[in-house]
């Protein structure tokens, strides 16, 4: 009964970490950026979220602000690559060391409690009956997440539909002919950079929410975290498809990779481990592609071998 208490909390978790891998894929994927700032923008969103329930404000205009700040997040690194010429990767390292000490300015110190605040998961569900062996607790963050996540998906499969979007998609596969049309290059980068942050805060709002507290730290490991869940995403559905099919495959794989580590957790792996566990859990889902890739490569190139030596041997 314990594995499935644990599993329902995994779904929850990974239903609004979902959100964060989901903001992540737009600079990973789309965008071809590597941005770092994950760490610190996620941990803005939590602050900011936090800060805002313990003054009494609506849970849910809390988010939207924690939403707003991770946009302006993504547009300070956004301004580092672009007009400062920094490097992607350096641009974020400098957003995400910067983010530490805004965080702690934000919240006062290094650590918020929530635990006796009324939020929207608590409200939820206290309205809400057991449903079978799912406790209320689950059920409002289940409940609330999937509605996160399905305005999520929709938006951003409206969003990346129009000019705007479909430009941001262009500048990751080639600026050069981007820029041959007209569209500036620097405008698309800080616009994909301001929504991915922002979704990263808006999931760092709603784990803060979810958990009950909020932390200077929260967001250490997210990047890797939100690849775990494109990665496993990806190699379960395919890097093809249509794109409301791979924004799902995130989610989906988001909420494995909860479950995972939910099972790997009642198996009595060893917490401080649970970084080292991701790392080598992204490793080889990046690496399976890759040897199934190669091993097709082998027999195809074998079966194109002996198909040629028996036309040989006939002649």
Do not use: H
Request: with cysteine; glycine share 10%.
């Amino acid at each position: 009964m314990s594995i499935l208490f644990s599993l329902e909390g995994a779904i929850g978790q990974g239903i609004l970490w979902g959100i964060m891998a989901l903001g992540v894929y737009i600079t990973f994927r789309l965008l071809d950026f590597a941005d770092l700032t994950v760490d610190g923008s996620f941990a803005t969103g939590g602050a900011v979220a936090a800060v805002m329930v313990m003054a009494g404000v609506n849970p849910y205009l809390a988010v939207l602000a924690a939403m707003l700040t991770g946009f302006a997040a993504g547009a300070v690194t956004g301004f580092f690559n672009t007009v400062c010429k920094i490097p992607p990767i350096l641009a974020g390292i400098l957003s995400q060391i910067g983010l530490y000490s805004i965080n702690l300015m934000i919240m006062g110190q290094s650590n918020i409690p929530m635990l006796n605040m009324s939020n929207m998961f608590s409200d939820l569900a206290e309205q809400s009956p057991a449903l079978g062996w799912i406790t209320p607790q689950n059920l409002s963050v289940i409940g609330i997440g999937m509605l996160f996540v399905i305005a999520t998906i929709a938006l951003l499969y409206w969003f990346f539909g129009t000019e705007l979007g479909s430009a941001i998609r262009a500048t990751g596969n080639n600026q050069n002919m981007v820029r041959a049309n007209g569209v500036s290059t620097n405008w698309t980068t800080i616009a994909a950079l301001m929504l991915s942050n922002g979704l990263i805060a808006l999931s760092g709002g709603l784990v803060a929410q979810q958990q009950g507290y909020a932390d200077v730290k929260m967001g250490i490991g997210a990047i890797v975290m939100a690849l775990a869940s494109i990665v496993i995403g990806e190699t379960i559905f395919g890097r093809k498809g249509g794109f409301a099919r791979r924004l799902i495959s995130i989610v989906v794989g988001s909420i494995i990779y909860r479950i995972i580590v939910s099972i790997v957790l009642q198996l009595g792996l060893d917490p401080n481990n649970l970084k080292l566990f991701t790392a080598l859990l992204v490793a080889a889902a990046l690496s399976i592609p890759v040897v199934l890739e190669n091993r097709a490569q082998k027999a195809n190139y074998k079966r194109l071998t002996e198909a040629v030596e028996s036309v040989e041997d006939k002649f």
